[in-house]
């Protein structure tokens, strides 16, 4: 009963933070859309990619990569000693610190973002200079934003984490079409969105933080680097930076690789990743954010035994979850592709281009959403080096694909390149995993495996009917009235349902215990 309970805990946790980003997804889908119809993969479209994503990077390697791994493991020392004046100290210096550097590291990219941009082969490299200054203030809003979700997540309230991004995107999607006619692009309007809605990321989590009784205030910067808790954050986050540096690194050489490959290959790359950042965002993203507090504390507690079994748990769902949504994409990507992008800026060639791309990025869905899980498995022990090591050694892999298929697969070879990369990756977390002896990796990996496979097993035969069916239907209903939602969309739909309930009849009659897990939720929740 005790490990039914977990598993339902867990679920539970996830299951607002879940909704939540399913939202925001769906709404950077939108957003993507929005894009597609305005931009198409035109160059100016290339341009707008390449300069969201160099502020992107940054927020990964400041934000999400480094403080909330270093700060929420820190943080809950802090926490379960009890001292409040101790604990609002620490937040004030970490706050101070944060602050300072990464205003540095938005003044020093606006300066200097003249010099990098010609590396991504450009056509229209002013115009993504221009781009990416407008933006490049958007890591100093997130970054904040970042900070704030630490300190609500390390008290287990996660739906300002999971609200805040919708913010983003709706104003991002406002913008793109209120201030298109008033910019000399759709591409400077939909900048001018990102850094609206980078600011309301930190300002929908602030009233939450001060609800809770955090207080901070700015301290000198050498009052912030002397803490002690700033300084055992630094420590984790010294090594982090340096492999979500050589992860981050990663899209920056494959995109500077597919730049130089052709015209609308970044694009199409970015939207396909989009397709593949849904699913994640709703269920890996979602799970990791819910799973390293609980981690951290059984680990501080050395409550290894709990910490085996949550961590196992997270793994089985998540396959459970990617390894049957990766097999019905495969068959019905195409159908996907139009139904979201589809318009007269994104023609067949953007379509073929994209689908190109999304079937090489769909095989590592599993991989991408496993590394998810197994990251924070370590920073909950204070253990930045070992994933550290596993990115800087994936990064070569990718960097080595990516640069020997580029040239003849093109958007393809980039997207095989980085699914390749992230299985590595997860395998070398699993081996520095098993080196704790206080975590069961090998007794565990074997089910694990035995699971895994009849998962691929059950998605195989659920998507026989697919398969079969999908000509016709999509025969059928091209033949229909209608927009893209009744040539493309019903036909998704109605395969989709097929597909799940051949796959669920299958795990039924075989007693999945995750399966129970879930549907024993949604009852309790009923």
């Not at 892999?397 to 020997?404: C, F, G, K, R, T």
């Not at 059950?458 to 998507?463: D, L, Q, V």
Request: hydrophobic content about 55%; proline content about 4%.
């Amino acid at each position: 009963m005790g490990e039914v309970k977990q598993k339902r805990s867990l679920l539970r946790s996830g299951t607002t933070l879940s909704l939540l980003t399913l939202a925001s997804r769906v709404l950077g889908l939108l957003r993507e859309m929005t894009k597609a119809a305005l931009l198409g993969t035109s160059v100016l479209s290339d341009a707008f990619s390449v300069a969201f994503m160099i502020p992107n990077l940054f927020r990964r390697l400041f934000a999400e990569g480094s403080i909330a791994v270093a700060f929420i493991p820190t943080l809950k020392e802090y926490l379960l000693e009890g001292d409040k004046a101790k604990t609002g100290e620490f937040i004030s210096c970490v706050f101070t610190f944060l602050s300072f550097f990464v205003s540095l590291a938005v003044a020093l990219g606006m300066l200097l973002c003249p010099l990098l941009i010609p590396f991504f082969g450009m056509e229209a490299q002013e115009e993504t200079v221009l781009l990416t200054r407008i933006m490049f203030p958007f890591l100093a809003f997130i970054s904040i934003a970042a900070l704030f979700q630490g300190i609500l997540n390390s008290v287990h309230i996660f739906a300002p984490s999971g609200l805040a991004p919708i913010f983003l995107n709706v104003v991002t999607i406002a913008c793109a079409y209120a201030l298109s006619p008033l910019t000399k692009n759709p591409a400077r309007a939909m900048a001018a969105g990102i850094i609206i809605g980078g600011f309301l990321e930190a300002a929908i989590q602030f009233p939450f933080v001060w609800k809770r009784g955090f207080r901070f205030f700015f301290t000198g910067i050498r009052r912030a680097l002397r803490n002690p808790g700033t300084k055992a954050v630094c420590r984790l986050i010294g090594p982090t930076i340096i492999g979500m540096a050589a992860y981050q690194l990663n899209d920056l050489v494959s995109t500077a690789l597919a730049g130089n490959a052709g015209e609308g290959i970044v694009s199409s790359l970015q939207y396909s990743l989009r397709l593949q950042e849904l699913i994640l965002g709703v269920f890996a993203v979602s799970i990791g954010t819910v799973l390293l507090p609980d981690l951290a504390e059984h680990a501080k507690s050395g409550r290894w035994q709990d910490y085996n079994y949550r961590l196992n748990q997270a793994m089985d769902i998540i396959a459970l979850i990617t390894i049957p949504i990766t097999f019905f994409f495969l068959a019905q990507g195409e159908n996907l592709i139009r139904l979201l992008f589809q318009t007269r800026s994104f023609n067949e060639k953007s379509v073929a281009l994209t689908y190109a791309a999304f079937v090489f990025h769909m095989p590592g869905l599993l991989f991408i959403a496993l590394n998810r899980i197994l990251a924070p498995a370590f920073y909950a022990q204070s253990d930045s080096r070992s994933p550290t090591l596993a990115g800087i050694l994936s990064f070569g892999v990718n960097i080595a694909l990516a640069a020997s298929l580029a040239g003849p697969l093109k958007g393809s070879g980039v997207a095989l390149a980085l699914t390749v990369a992230s299985a590595a990756n997860t395998a070398l977390l699993l081996a520095f995993l098993g080196r704790n002896p206080n975590i069961s990796v090998g007794r565990a990996l074997g089910p694990a495996l035995l699971y895994a496979l009849k998962l691929i097993v059950f998605s195989c035969i659920a998507a026989a009917p697919v398969v079969f069916l999908g000509p016709h239907l999509n025969a059928r209903f091209a033949e229909m009235n209608g927009g893209r939602v009744i040539r493309y969309g019903l036909p998704l739909a109605v395969e989709g349902v097929i597909f799940a309930a051949a796959g669920v009849t299958l795990l039924a009659l075989t007693g999945d215990k995750q399966l129970k897990a879930v549907l024993g939720m949604f009852r309790k929740r009923g």
